[in-house]
């Protein structure tokens, strides 16, 4: 099992930055490939973008790209998501997830809310 907390959601103006974390603990030697995803009321849930764990290699939404960076820290089992120049499109429940492979997402965590004001 892998549990994942998510943190550092908020209310922010638009244009502002906020640093979401996701720290993991448990089995986490399966756990290839990290991913953010967030949800809007609504709306379905969304793909923001993920980065492998061993190559660091990031891919991300078209809707992210220029803005969001994703970043892990492999001693502190924690995997970060910049967000930049945020819109209030961007509000939404943002959550982490992590499985073996791209795609194949098992372990969710609880989610943090992020407020982007206009």
């Known amino acids: 099992q892998v549990q994942l907390v998510e943190s550092g959601g908020g209310l922010v103006q638009a244009g502002g930055s906020l640093r979401l974390s996701c720290a993991a603990s448990?089995?986490?030697?399966?756990?290839?490939?990290w991913g953010w995803f967030r949800q809007a009321p609504g709306k379905e849930r969304e793909f923001v973008g993920h980065?492998?764990?061993?190559?660091?290699?990031?891919y991300y939404a078209d809707s992210v790209k220029g803005r969001f960076t994703i970043s892990r820290d492999n001693a502190k089992n924690t995997v970060y998501l910049q967000m930049n120049s945020l819109k209030p499109e961007d509000t939404a429940v943002y959550y982490c997830?992590?499985?073996?492979?791209?795609?194949?997402?098992?372990?969710w965590g609880q989610g943090t809310q992020v407020t982007v004001s206009s």
């Open positions: 997830a992590t499985g073996k492979t791209v795609g194949a997402y098992i372990y």
């Open positions: 448990g089995r986490t030697f399966n756990s290839n490939v």
């Open positions: 980065i492998t764990w061993s190559g660091g290699i990031t």
